[in-house]
């Protein structure tokens, strides 16, 4: 049974940072893609970073240059280092095997405000 566990989330200044973790247990192997997602309140479920098999990864307009996303396989943790938090921000944070969040966990909630 596949487990997504996230984790790290929490109340930050604009300007500050934050580190997510995703525990992923019940799969054979996490060389595979996944993907962070995102929900602001009122708002659609969004896909912003991903990384492949290769290490190869890929940001939204939105996120790109402040978010990094990794991947330690030996401890099948998946990280996102969020720096420079702003207040668009806010949401609650997903690790997901797909870039829909049909497969993703329960969420750890960030929330930017002074």
């Known amino acids: 049974q596949v487990q997504l566990v996230e984790s790290g989330g929490g109340l930050v200044q604009p300007g500050g940072s934050l580190t997510l973790s995703c525990a992923i247990s019940?799969?054979?192997?996490?060389?595979?893609?996944m993907y962070w997602l995102r929900q602001a309140p009122g708002k659609e479920l969004e896909c912003h970073s991903l990384?492949?098999?290769?290490?190869?990864?890929s940001y939204s307009t939105a996120v790109r240059g402040r978010f990094a996303i990794s991947m330690d396989s030996a401890k099948n943790i998946l990280y996102l280092q969020m720096n420079n938090l702003r207040s668009e921000d806010t949401a609650v944070y997903y690790c997901?095997?797909?870039?829909?969040?049909?497969?993703r966990g329960q969420g750890t909630q960030v929330t930017v405000s002074p």
């Open positions: 997901s095997l797909d870039d829909l969040g049909h497969v």
């Open positions: 019940g799969i054979s192997n996490v060389a595979r893609w």
């Open positions: 990384i492949n098999p290769a290490g190869d990864k």
